[in-house]
């Protein structure tokens, strides 16, 4: 069985390295992008497994992220995790209208958390 490559879509370096690491030790295989632009062609590059995905980026913004993403047939498939600080009702309906399977609020939760809910949407 192949690894499952999740990529984490974050312009905040050491939240990206801590999340990497956590996931890193729980054997999945992780891309890194620090900005919209890279994460869409990762997306494309790689085919992730999942996408852990933060909105407020460099480039492109993770909203256009998941529109471009919805627009092409061979990536709508990939689910994507919302993963951001902005935590209005508004914000999170945004991204789940846009295609997103889950959100989440980054002050809300714990790496564990986060792993968890990675594990979650893989056995989907």
């Known amino acids: 069985m192949s690894e499952k490559k999740i990529l984490i879509a974050e312009d905040e370096e050491f939240l990206r390295s801590i999340i990497k690491s956590k996931l890193t030790k729980a054997g ?4 890194e ?4 632009e890279a994460a869409l062609k ?22 256009d992220v998941l529109k471009k993403i919805q627009e092409d047939p ?14 209005q009702l508004n914000d999170i ?4 209208k846009l295609g997103a399977v889950d959100y989440i ?10 792993l ?9």
């Open 28 to 31: 999945y295989e992780v891309l």
């Open 33 to 36: 992008a620090s900005d919209g």
């Open 74 to 87: 061979a990536l709508s498939k990939v689910p994507v995790i919302i993963l951001s600080n902005l935590g």
């Open 93 to 96: 309906e945004k991204g789940k």
């Open 116 to 124: 968890k809910k990675v594990e979650e949407t893989l056995k989907k």
């Open 42 to 63: 990762s997306i494309r590059d790689e085919g992730p497994s999942l996408v852990l995905l933060d909105l407020m980026m460099p480039k492109m913004n993770g909203y």
């Open 105 to 114: 609020v980054k002050s809300n939760v714990s790496i564990n958390e986060v």
